[in-house]
Nanobody
């Protein structure tokens, strides 16, 4: 599998927005995870090839995952950001089919992009 490549992280004030991008190839489900210092990597959102989506409760209503299959790119639109959203965000390619939401469901990971939300 091709390793996905994330971009779009940065520093933003609370209440602001950021959009992350992930370049990847293949007709696979894709997911976003995040990891804050001292914490385990946690699921954020996932999308399959047919545009079905799944979100963690902590971001539902604030974040939106989408994909452009013609560009082999997945996006994570993050709105109403909070300081607790600060983390390294990772894009990942799911193993098999369906919409996974655990780390074990995903087999190829990007290097991550830092998102910092100031209060």
């Amino acid at each position: 599998q091709v390793q996905p490549v994330e971009s779009g992280g940065g520093l933003v004030q609370a209440g602001g927005s950021l959009r992350l991008s992930c370049a990847a190839s293949g007709r696979t489900s894709m997911g976003w995870f995040r990891q804050a210092p001292g914490k385990e990597r946690e699921f954020v959102a996932a999308i399959n090839w047919s545009f079905s989506t799944y979100y963690s409760d902590s971001v539902k209503g604030r974040f939106g995952i989408s994909r452009d299959n013609t560009k082999n790119t997945v996006y994570l639109q993050m709105n109403s950001l909070k300081p607790e959203d600060t983390a390294v965000y990772y894009c990942a390619v799911q193993r098999g089919y369906g919409l996974g939401h655990s780390v074990a469901d995903f087999g190829s990971w990007g290097q991550g992009t830092q998102v910092t939300v100031s209060s």
